[in-house]
């Protein structure tokens, strides 16, 4: 049995697959028992044939693809990809990236060091300018952003292993039994913020998330929707962002944090306004909050247990912390 699955989601990404593949399957060093799944979600561009012809039938390592008829997006690739996997961890990575020889051991060593790691997120530089992060795990603040640690200052900054709000799941490694505990990540978000919430689910149960430098991946970024900030990404994100909290805040959580998202959802209004995005952005929202108060948040709501208490408060103290580490940058 593999100590490790690797689950790659992938829409029309036959531009980046080869290098994806051959870093992963050809160019790891001293790596643990792996295998490879890959979950196409109704790709026309060639990827399900290059796929199996180039890597289900001679790759070294055991690659499976399995092909779906439509675009079901990102959190339903993922979870078919974690159920059929057999291996105690899952590391999810997306198909616009080049990992670099110690990859896989890096993340397999950090996840191991102790049983109450859910997650380790992989040291993500730029593909254009390796010399920079790309991220470095992920935080969020009491404004209610989520952001990547690091991005676009200098890779060398960040050569600790430490603890982050919640794992980048563009290349990361996940403890798949906890994902029973926990919940599953949520197929409602399609993409984006999917893995804030389910790091964030991890720690209401008590688990940490953290960041492991010595597992580094080259990322294009944006391949699937095409550039960083566009129409669909913007209406998502902000939707998501809103059920993320709606989803893991109990309510005296909610009243606490009010004036700060107020506030940090008016700064972000008026940054998309001058992208020509503003309408887009408030429709997200509020679809995002009749979403969270529907039956659809009802039912994902995270009950709130008493036994949890003290894990509210490490995370509202990180929401705190988390805007001063935004103003110094680190």
Not at 25 to 44: F, T
Not at 179 to 208: K, M, Q, S, T, V
Not at 248 to 258: K, S
Not at 306 to 330: E, T
Request: aromatic fraction near 14%.
């Amino acid at each position: 049995m593999s100590e490790i699955t690797v689950v790659i989601p992938n829409y029309n990404g036959m531009k980046y697959l080869p290098e994806c593949m051959t870093s992963l399957c050809e160019r790891q060093e001293n790596a643990p028992e792996y295998e490879v799944l890959i979950i196409d979600n109704a790709s026309v561009d060639g990827s399900v044939e290059y796929l199996e012809k180039e890597w289900c039938r001679k790759s070294g390592v055991r690659v499976h693809l399995i092909p779906m008829s439509e675009n079901t997006g990102f959190c339903h690739a993922v979870n078919l990809g974690i159920r059929k996997a057999q291996s105690p961890y899952v590391i999810l990575l997306n198909n616009d990236t080049k990992v670099e020889s110690g990859f896989l051991r890096g993340l397999y060593d950090a996840i191991r060091e102790n049983e109450r790691i859910f997650s380790v997120s992989a040291k993500m530089l730029m593909w254009d300018k390796p010399e920079l992060i790309d991220d470095a795990g992920d935080r969020y603040c009491v404004l209610g952003w989520a952001y990547s640690r690091g991005k676009g200052r200098p890779a060398d900054k960040y050569e600790k292993n430490v603890s982050v709000f919640s794992a980048c799941g563009g290349a990361a490694i996940y403890r798949r039994s906890v994902f029973e505990e926990i919940g599953y990540f949520d197929e409602n978000h399609f993409a984006y913020l999917e893995d804030l919430d389910i790091g964030y689910r991890a720690r209401i149960y008590g688990y940490e998330n953290r960041y492991e430098p010595a597992a580094a991946v080259l990322h294009y970024g944006s391949a699937s929707t095409g550039s960083r900030y566009n129409m669909r990404k913007t209406e998502l994100s902000s939707a998501n962002n809103v059920c993320v909290i709606g989803k893991n805040m109990p309510l005296f959580q909610w009243i606490l944090n009010l004036p700060f998202f107020l506030l940090g959802f008016g700064i972000k209004f008026l940054f998309f306004c001058k992208k020509r995005m503003g309408k887009l952005y408030l429709k997200g929202l509020l679809n995002g909050l009749k979403r969270s108060v529907g039956p659809v948040g009802k039912q994902t709501k995270v009950r709130f247990q008493w036994s949890h208490l003290w894990n509210y408060v490490k995370i509202q103290w990180q929401l705190y912390l988390n805007i001063f580490r935004i103003l110094m940058k680190s």
